[in-house]
């Protein structure tokens, strides 16, 4: 059994409550962690030790009294830097906000500390929220657990890494181009992307923005499927604004046990190559399906050509960027996906999509999400990479958007293998990355695991069947 540290969030919590441990013992136990390893990584970015104290002290008289507070009762997390934390910084990654410091919580941050949860720090981000490799001016470079010399993905990149180094017990993210799942592949872990307006986005604007963008959505990072469910109840649902007129009810999941799945495997895409040692990991889960006594094939697909599918994501997301046409530092980190959407390399004067642009677009989208709807009335899950390498290797001389990925021997732009996160998001999908063992050159390689709009509790469940009975979180060497 792993050590406490990497226990998953619902046994921490369940050993806080039934006095086995301490929640002061345990907040401890990260802050002594985080100061032996953090410098490795550089994942916690600040902290406030103070509050969490006086916070977990009260989380253990409670246990005394009987007092639960929720399903994460006495748990230190940690938060991403974008999402505003009273009393730590929400920078972003950007040296103008360094100073900035939020009034309030965001929405789904109170409803962690609501369930129970002791916020005590914030984990590093990529700058603007842009690539996969988690890097600002403020705060530097974080690093891989599984190799040092490598990203821990991006834009959660500091959160991945502090649950993999064993830093914290449970953080939230962000994604639409992947930035939940890239990262969860990258360090082993588990994330969930949720279906698009489930969850919400109430104190995760950057000042000077002041909308929620078309496609992204907050979906949490932890050790565990379980630890995804129960931090999903606490994150998804109306905001208090809408709470008076709707509810969320997710469906239950399709299945309970992996002989009735029925799963379409993807390993690769023609327009979008995945590395051999990725497809190997991803074929062993489909393999592990099959001895299970699942229905699984491996072409069938939606009746969508994936080119077009990502043209339509790209165009929804610049368009969704238009309000920022006269940052030129913005445009310039974005230069790799302008040129892939926009057929441009040059400024930030060049071609912005108006609105009739989004109400074309948007209207492709709702055709995606009618052929994806009619491929999941014969198919509950869609299993595929996250993204098409292992964790990339660091590139200090080069900003993101200044990269190429080596994916098979060839190198593309650093825009492509958002692909693998593009596909679904684009159509509001759901999805769970869960950890699929080791690749051949020693790093671990996360499954996709592809639900129905609104079945994020189908996703959760196949990747929990999974850690049950294929393969789990797995400390990385040397941090124990």
């Not at 060049?350 to 999941?376: G, P, Q, V």
Request: glycine share 10%; hydrophobic share 40%.
């Amino acid at each position: 059994m792993a050590g406490i540290p990497f226990r998953s969030a619902t046994e921490l919590s369940s050993l806080i409550k039934s006095k086995k441990l301490g929640s002061e013992e345990l907040l401890d136990l990260y802050l002594q962690r985080i100061e032996k390893n953090n410098p490795r990584v550089n994942a916690v970015i600040a902290m406030d030790v103070a509050g969490a104290r006086q916070r977990a002290k009260a989380a253990d008289q409670a246990v005394s009294k009987g007092d639960h507070w929720g399903p994460f009762h006495g748990l230190p997390v940690t938060i991403k830097d974008s999402f505003d934390l009273v009393g730590l910084p929400a920078t972003w990654g950007v040296p103008e906000l360094r100073d900035h410091r939020p009034a309030t919580n965001a929405l789904a941050v109170q409803r962690y500390i609501d369930g129970g949860a002791i916020a005590f720090g914030k984990t590093n981000v990529a700058a603007y929220l842009i690539g996969w490799a988690t890097a600002n001016e403020i705060y530097g470079t974080t690093s891989n657990p599984w190799d040092l010399a490598r990203s821990p993905g991006g834009s959660s990149g500091g959160a991945a890494a502090a649950l993999a180094a064993g830093l914290t017990a449970l953080d939230i993210g962000v994604d639409f181009g992947g930035g939940v799942r890239n990262v969860a592949h990258y360090c082993g872990i588990f994330g969930h992307k949720p279906t698009y307006g489930v969850t919400n986005w109430v104190g995760h604007l950057m000042p000077g923005i002041g909308n929620k963008p078309d496609l992204a959505v907050a979906g949490p990072l932890a050790r565990s499927a379980d630890d995804l469910k129960s931090a999903l109840s606490l994150i998804a649902g109306p905001t208090p604004d809408d709470s008076i007129a709707w509810q969320l009810n997710l469906p239950p999941p399709r299945v309970s046990k992996l002989s009735e799945l029925r799963v379409a495997v993807m390993l690769e895409d023609p327009n979008f190559p995945v590395d051999q040692e990725v497809q190997e990991r991803i074929q062993a889960v489909a393999d592990f399906f099959v001895k299970s006594g699942a229905k699984v094939n491996a072409r069938a697909r939606p009746a969508i050509e994936s080119g077009a599918a990502f043209r339509i994501f790209g165009g929804l997301l610049m368009s969704g960027l238009a309000s920022r046409k006269n940052d030129a530092e913005w445009w310039k980190r974005l230069s790799h996906l302008r040129s892939r959407f926009m057929g441009a390399e040059g400024g930030a004067e060049e071609k912005i999509f108006t609105h009739a642009d989004w109400i074309e677009l948007d209207a492709a989208r709702n055709s995606l999400r009618r052929a994806w709807r009619a491929f999941f009335s014969e198919w509950d899950i869609l299993l595929c990479p996250a993204a098409p390498t292992v964790a990339v290797p660091h590139d200090p001389k080069h900003a993101w958007h200044e990269r190429k990925v080596t994916v098979k021997g060839r190198q593309i732009s650093p825009a492509d293998p958002t692909f693998w996160g593009a596909f679904t998001t684009v159509a509001y999908l759901p999805s769970t990355v869960a950890p699929a063992g080791v690749a051949k050159s020693g790093l671990p390689v996360g499954v996709q695991i592809v639900g129905p709009e609104y079945g994020d509790l189908t996703c959760i469940e196949v990747a929990r069947l999974l850690e049950r009975e294929f393969y789990g979180f797995v400390p990385p060497k040397g941090w124990n």
